[in-house]
């Protein structure tokens, strides 16, 4: 079932289901914090809350957090882990499981995921293992987070020898996304959050993209009602998709749009260059150019997102790389099925086609595309 939008005052809500069993709201709110305790009552009744976020965000919005869960009756744990992707490990998630075992935190008390991304994953698979799984509330503060990895029930930390390798599908029981706590958010992850609102756009939602089109500037200066449009709209598209594939069996894989080049950027810089939006930018840009040049996409398609993603200051182009480390990091990622790699092009804006490539030909032809 497709995700449904309903307007409610300053926020609005748009509700996910997957099945008859698994539902959530996913709450926008303008303002602040304001609502939150009574989300958190609604879908985990109880006395107690334990709240997991990261010093960055625990310093912007820790007290505003905190004050709206006590005024609303609750008990909070507050479990602040240093910000960052070296915090997504099972020994971060061990430390998290001794304070909840230490705390004596019931089934019923739920978590909340206060942060960006890294947060949402740590502490959403530390929800689905205590205790065989607590309710999670994930409260996204990144861009990305808002309209990307808050979304659709994936969980995980990082092994050494990979990224998210250990974790699992666990859906929370509401999302509550307020456009004040992107005010804080550095410049940088904000502009890189837009390359997946970009992406958004031309995976599912023509009016996302031209909305962003007409105005580069004043999406740039963050307007809550700009924003809430376009983070609602951007979300509504990953809603959509994962709707109708939870468990990422098939139609999901369009989600993937720009990613194949981006995630073999970020293995190739060791995960310490390009923030993962920049590099979905350049993995965008360059998906556009070379479904340009094989005829899945017209050239005006492939000059207006490569327009709009260097209008947002984005990169758009990775000059350097190696067919060799492209195509190693394709087979690392699990990309290749025998030899060929399913391939989303942009064919327009607000939708995709897929193609089988072999894995040489399409490293080849990326790093040309992204040269
Ligand atoms: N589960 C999924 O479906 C999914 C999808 C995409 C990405 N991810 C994961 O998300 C992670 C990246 O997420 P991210 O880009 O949000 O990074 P992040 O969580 O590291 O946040 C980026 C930085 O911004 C800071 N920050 C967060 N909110 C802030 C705010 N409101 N004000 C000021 N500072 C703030 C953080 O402390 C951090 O330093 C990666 O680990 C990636 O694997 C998961
Ligand atoms: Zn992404």
Request: hydrophobic residues 45%; proline residues 4%; aromatic residues 4%.
């Amino acid at each position: 079932m497709a995700p449904r939008d309903r307007g409610r005052g300053r926020g609005s809500a748009i509700r996910v289901s997957f099945d008859t069993r698994v539902k959530y709201e996913i709450r926008l709110e303008a303002g602040g914090f304001d609502g939150l305790a009574a989300e958190v009552a609604r879908v985990a009744p109880g006395r107690r809350a334990v709240l997991v976020t990261d010093r960055n965000v625990f310093e912007h919005h820790g007290s505003a957090v905190r004050t709206e869960l006590e005024r609303g009756g609750r008990e909070v744990l507050e479990l602040v882990v240093p910000a960052g992707e070296p915090s997504k490990t099972v020994a971060r998630a061990g430390k998290l499981w001794d304070a909840l075992v230490r705390a004596g935190v019931d089934r019923s008390t739920p978590l909340l995921a206060l942060g960006g991304g890294v947060v949402g994953d740590l502490g959403g698979f530390v929800a689905s293992t205590y205790l065989r799984g607590i309710p999670l509330i994930q409260v996204p503060t990144t861009l990305l987070a808002q309209v990307d990895s808050a979304i659709g029930g994936k969980t995980a930390v990082d092994h050494a020898l990979g990224k998210n390798l250990i974790g699992a599908f666990y859906q929370p029981r509401a999302v509550f996304a307020s456009m004040a706590a992107l005010e804080t958010l550095p410049d940088r992850e904000y502009r890189a959050g837009l390359a997946e609102v970009v992406k958004a756009g031309v995976i599912g939602d023509a009016e996302l993209f031209e909305r962003m089109e007409a105005d580069p500037a004043a999406v740039l200066e963050r307007r809550p009602a700009l924003l809430r449009d376009l983070v609602r709209r951007a979300l509504a598209v990953k809603a959509d998709v994962v709707s109708h594939d939870p468990n990422e069996t098939g139609l999901r894989a369009v989600l993937n749009l720009g990613h194949t080049l981006a995630h073999a950027i970020e293995k190739i810089e060791g995960y310490r260059g390009a923030l993962h939006g920049e590099a979905v930018a350049i993995g965008l840009a360059s998906a556009a150019r070379l479904s340009k040049r094989r005829g899945w996409t017209s050239a005006e398609v492939s000059r207006r997102i490569c327009a709009l993603l260097e209008a947002f200051g984005l990169p758009t182009r990775r000059p350097g790389l190696t067919v060799e480390e492209v195509q190693v990091a394709l087979v690392r990622d699990k990309k290749t099925v025998g030899d060929s790699v399913r391939f989303v092009a942009p064919a327009s804006i607000g939708g995709t086609t897929f193609h089988w490539v072999p894995v040489a030909s399409l490293a080849r032809q990326l790093v040309a595309a992204a040269a």
